[in-house]
Structure formats: structure tokens, C-alpha cells
């Protein structure tokens, strides 16, 4: 296996707002206890706009017409999940919108989930807007829903992974991410502050604790750097990593229960390369941000990210603005090139919000009925897309 694709895992995980002062304490203990929750609701939002400067008079032209297209991105979702205690079962909808350039999508996804049977049950039916639908499966325009049988799709290649597995892993690693991330908490500490409290302010009629995160370019790469040399050298990372490369193991090796001696060896023989390899990639990374320390990716105005806290300790309220830069020319510079081959600078500036609310309510979500006459299965389409290239292959070896 990829062993930086591992570490890009852990440093993710990594990257939770924790530490050692009371105010990110608080705000962690409420993520934690978000994944306790057993219904909810949520309306999130989410924009983006681009934007250039400095760029050559064709570059500008070339831009301009991808603006014109894009500008505003937004993207608007209504979300209901409700789970078992044990987190075995689950269902979940979301009702999405998109809108950009004057025009409009929407579409709607419904999950359903059970592990704690013999046989793993993960369904996603999508439903789809017209055009796309269409355009996929042009030889029916009645059909509404696209299905993902996960299990079907997965069981195809047995063979080489243990479908059960799989959902097996995914219910372990839960436990395993949510360790990680405890026995980290209280030794994670870059050196300031991230999150403060702000004030007590009503949000859609409910008094919550407001927490903000603000970073600006030079905290966020201190931040990086700090969560990225820490998740190198700390054992907690180590041991997350063997096991997350053992369940990992057993999903691709189908000799792994037959030989567990083995598959121990082959996962311990992967760990200590992994750990061999480990001080080169700081020394890399380091460099890295070394060399890219003076060149801007935060805009002016910072990350701003704010967290409301109800009175139950759950997060209720979410919004943010994160401002990224694109400056090509320094970036050219910063890589050695004499002159870069432009001058311009894009702008991203994205902003979310998001109102979390029926917290452990009764909640039902029912699933659409799908058959044959209303719906697709993918596998269908990824066997006639197989049937056409092998058609297309012996086509072209015939002539």
C-alpha cells in the first residue's frame, strides 16, 4: 500500500481543533459528543466566487469566461440522518440545489446502511437531474433514480477483496479515529491559541456559546507544520498507522484469516519500512514549507471559522470564510523559475454556514421505492461500458 496515502490519512485526523487550553477543550467536547448523536437535521450552505488580478489581457479574456459561467458557486443542502446507539444501522437523505450562472440543479440522495447482519447492507439511490440522467443512460428518458448496491458492485471482485471486510473495517476504524484522536487531544499544542470564545449570541432563536478559529497565512502554515511534525514523531500516530495497515490487510489479502502468523508479519515488515521512511519525509516536508514560507495562500482577511455550542454541549451552528490565493508568479519564483510565465493572481473566497437542529428527535426517513421501470443500477451501466470497450478493443485488433 501507499504508505504517504496513510500518512495524508492520519494527518487529517490530525487536524482536529484540539489542545491544552480550556476554550479549545470545550470546543473539542463538542465535536466528540457530535458523534454520539442518533437523528438530526441540517441546512447547510456553501458559496464561491473567483476572481483574478494582474493577469495578461488574453489571460484576463480566458478567465473572464470562466467567472462568467461560475460566479456565484452555490450550493444549498437540507440533510436528516437518523442511526442505532450501537452506530450499526443508518439512513440518511440530503436535498441539494446548486445554482451558478443563472442556472439551477437539483438533486437528492438517500442512504441506507446496516453491519450488524451476516450480510452488509450499504444502498444509495440517487436521484438525479434530468439532463444528467439523460445524458447517462440515454436509451431510457423515464428513469428517475440511479442505485449503488455497494455490496453487488464489491462482489464482483471478491476474489481479491473480502466485501465483509470492508464494512468491518469501516466499523472498527470509527473506534479507532475516535482514540486516536482522544489519546492526541492532550498532547496536541502548537504554541498558541486557536480557538477563543467569542460571546453568548441568540442563533435562530436559541442562545448558544459562540467559539472562533482565525487564522491568518502565517498561523495557518505554522499550524500545518506543527500538525504535520507531530503526527511524524508521535507514537499515537504509529501504533493508529499498524492498525489501520492490519484492517487494511485483511480486506486485500484473502489468506489473511487462513494465516494470521503471515499477514501479522507482512503488516509489521510494512511498519518498520514506514518508520524507517519517516524522518526523510519531515526532512522533505519541512523543506517544502520552508521554501514556500513567503508566498501567500491565505487572503487579507483570514480563516475565519465560528462554532455556536447549545446548551446540551452539541454544536448547533457552523459558518466560515476561507479567502485562498493563487499567486502564480510567486509560486513560479519559490520553484526556482526566472520568470514565471505569468504575473496574475487567482482569488478563491469561499463562505459556509450551517444550522444543526432536531438533535435526537424521533425521526423517520423512508427510502423511495425503485424497480426496474423507474431506475438504473450502476453495475448495469459499468457492464455495458465494459461490453463496449472490449467491442471497440477487438475492432481495432481486426483492423
Known sequence: MKKTSIIALVLVLAMVFAGCTSNELKLYNAVNKMQDITSMESDISFSITMTGEGFSEEEQKSLQQ????MNP??????QKMVQNEEKTSARGAVDTNLSFSGMTMDMKVWV???MSGDKPKLIEIIKMPPLIMNS????DNTKEYLVYDFYKIMGETQEQINVNEVFKFSKEMQSQ???????????FNPGFEIAKYKEKRTVDGKELSIYEVKLD?????????????????SKDTIEFIEQYMDLVSKIVDTNAKQEPQLNQEKVNLESDELKKELPSLKEKFNSFMDTFKDVKIIGDKGIVLEYGINSDGYIAHEAGSIPLEVNIKAIGKAMGEEEP???GILKLDMSFSTKVYNINAPMQIDMPVVNES???DITDIMNKSMNTNTEVNMNTDMN
Do not use: C, G, W
Not at 470562466?66 to 459561467?69: A, G
Not at 458557486?73 to 437540507?78: A, F, K, T, V, W
Not at 484522536?181 to 498532547?187: F, H, L, N, V
Open 66 to 69: 470562466v467567472t462568467s459561467m
Open 73 to 78: 458557486l452555490e450550493i444549498n443542502m437540507h
Open 112 to 114: 441506507d446502511t446496516d
Open 136 to 139: 447517462m443512460y440515454p436509451e
Open 177 to 187: 479515529i475516535a482514540k486516536f484522536i482522544k489519546d492526541s487531544q492532550e498532547k
Open 217 to 233: 497565512d502565517a498561523a495557518f502554515k505554522n499550524l500545518v507544520r506543527y500538525t504535520v511534525n507531530y503526527a511524524i514523531d
Open 341 to 343: 510565465a505569468s504575473k
Open 374 to 376: 423507474n431506475s438504473i
